[in-house]
């Protein structure tokens, strides 16, 4: 995910960003935040087959339902992405960058 510290480093450099969900009912998680602070809270249910686009300051966690089954779906950046980064949101409403979501460790995803 991308993490409101990676937002103020520059707004990151993506032009363009989508997503395709190939199969199963993905569920996005999507955070605004401002001055690291999340501003506001949604869900989207995205059906198999939809496809969705958002910008260089989109903060979202994407899962499966387990009780749909397994959801695949495809994420594409351009310019490619190489600094994405996962976060948690605290108790208080701050984002925290934990670091890239392959070197994060002890943080449980759906």
Do not use: K, N, W
């Not at 903060?59 to 490619?80: F, K, M, N």
């Amino acid at each position: 995910m991308q993490a409101a510290e990676t937002l103020t480093r520059g707004r990151d450099s993506y032009e363009r960003q989508a997503g395709f969900v190939c199969g199963g009912v993905l569920i996005e998680d999507v955070v605004e935040a401002a001055d690291g602070l999340v501003i506001r809270r949604d869900t989207h249910i995205r059906r198999p087959q939809s496809v969705f686009s958002f910008g260089p300051d989109y903060i979202h966690r994407v899962r499966h339902d387990p009780a749909q089954g397994v959801s695949l779906s495809i994420h594409a950046y351009t310019p490619a992405s190489a600094d994405a980064l996962d976060y948690d949101v605290q108790p208080d409403g701050t984002v925290r960058a934990l670091g890239r979501p392959d070197q994060v460790v002890g943080i449980a995803s759906s």
